[in-house]
Each structure stands twice: as structure tokens, then as C-alpha cells.
């Protein structure tokens, strides 16, 4: 059974800072690996979705890589703003029958 | 811009009392899943449908039954709402055929007293 751990649980850190929140995931045949940002109050919403034959995706100032034969994501932050502040989540999808597998996250707080 | 709509946004039951979580999703998506989300958790799966017609339970279904009515709407009933029901009830919806994410919407607070 996949089972999914984020460390940090949570980061308070000031504006400015480049930042590194990790997923590891038990079971390394995965067919994608997500990540997404949840808002006080709201839906989450997709970050970066990364395939199983790839080993990092860039959109802005967020890059995610993937080391399946460890079971490890990362998730970078390049100069964290205060619009950065929210709840962080991966899920890795095993394809079978389409279901993604949660952490818990890690709740960031970015200081200004 | 809709794309995943869940109604209601907030709910009070009482214990015992019926209701349903409606979800409607624009993007014609074939799959759609309902999750809940309790503090310090991580989303857990209740029910998801693969694609028009069909049903299948996810990691807690107990309690809680689904409708897929047609390709955009999937529901959620609780038939005899109890306490541990109280949770966030998340609806989303992906394209299952390549490398999509999935698409949420932004949540029923359901609170069962």
C-alpha cells in the first residue's frame, strides 16, 4: 500500500528565501507525481505534475524533481514571496484505477 | 472559467438527517472522485467513477453512497449523517487517459452535530 510522508509538517520562513519541502512515497511504481497548493478555505489547485519518466518540471519559480528508484520529490521554491504562503501537497498516482495518494502537506508561511 | 462546482459551500446537520453534495464539473472530464480532508490528514478517497456509468469505492466509502448522473455530475449522499462525518468534502475531476492533473473545486464544509 503506497503510503505518502511530507517533511516538514510546516515552515515559517522570511521573504526571499529559497525553499525545499520534500514527499516521500513507499511504493516507487508510480505513473506520475503531483503537486498542489491548497488556500485557506479553498480547492487545491495543480502545481506541477511530473511523469514517471521524468526527472524534474519548472513553472515560474517552482521547480519539482523525481527519484522514483528512492521514492523522493522535492519541491523548490526560488525567492519565496508572501503569495507563496499556503498548504503544499503531493500525490504520487500509482494508475491503478486512477487514484492519487495524499501526504499530508506542509503548511508554509512565508514572512515579509 | 467554472470548471469544478460543488454546492453547497457550507452545511449543518443534525445527527441521523439525509443529504447530498452535488458536483458539477464543465471540462468533460471522464473521471471524477469525492474526498475528504480532516485536519492534520491527508485527503482521503470515498468514491470515484472512472467514467459515465460507473462507480467504485475508494479508501472510506462507509456511509456514503455516489450517483454519477451523467458525464458532468457526480453526488455524494449521506443517508444518516453521524458526528465522524463532520469533514471538508472535496470534489475533482481529471482527463484519466494521459498525464492530467486533477481539477477541484473548493470544497463543502459539512459540520454533523
Known amino acids: 500500500k503506497q503510503e505518502v510522508t511530507q517533511i516538514p509538517a510546516a515552515l515559517s520562513v522570511p521573504e526571499g528565501e529559497n525553499l525545499v519541502l520534500n514527499c516521500s512515497f513507499t511504493d516507487s511504481a508510480i505513473y506520475n507525481l503531483q503537486w498542489f497548493r491548497q488556500d485557506p478555505g479553498k480547492g487545491l489547485t495543480s502545481l506541477l505534475l511530473?511523469?514517471?519518466s521524468q526527472r524534474e518540471q519548472t513553472s515560474g519559480r517552482l521547480n519539482a524533481s523525481l527519484d522514483k528508484s528512492s521514492g523522493r520529490s522535492t519541491l523548490y521554491i526560488a525567492a519565496s514571496q508572501p503569495g507563496d504562503s499556503a498548504t503544499y501537497l503531493c500525490?504520487?498516482?500509482?494508475?491503478?484505477?486512477?487514484?492519487?495518494?495524499w501526504g499530508a502537506g506542509t503548511k508554509l508561511i512565508i514572512k515579509p | 472559467n467554472a470548471g469544478v462546482t460543488q454546492t453547497p459551500k457550507f452545511q449543518v446537520l443534525k445527527t441521523g438527517q439525509s443529504m447530498t453534495l452535488q458536483c458539477a464539473q464543465d471540462?468533460?472530464?471522464?473521471?471524477m472522485y469525492w474526498y475528504r480532508q480532516d485536519p492534520g490528514m491527508g485527503l482521503r478517497l470515498i468514491y470515484y467513477?472512472?467514467?459515465?456509468?460507473?462507480?467504485d469505492k475508494g479508501e472510506v466509502p462507509n456511509g456514503y453512497n455516489v450517483s454519477r448522473l451523467n458525464k458532468r455530475e457526480f453526488s455524494l449522499r449521506l443517508e444518516s449523517a453521524a458526528p465522524s462525518q463532520t469533514s471538508v468534502y472535496f470534489c475533482?475531476?481529471?482527463?484519466?487517459?494521459?498525464?492530467?492533473?486533477?481539477?477541484f473545486g473548493d470544497g463543502t464544509r459539512l459540520s454533523i452535530l
Open positions: 500525490a504520487p498516482d500509482s494508475g491503478s484505477n486512477y487514484q492519487l495518494i
Open positions: 467513477s472512472a467514467s459515465e456509468g460507473t462507480t
Open positions: 471540462m468533460n472530464h471522464n473521471s
Open positions: 475533482a475531476s481529471r482527463w484519466t487517459d494521459s498525464n492530467q492533473p486533477q481539477h
Open positions: 511530473i511523469q514517471s
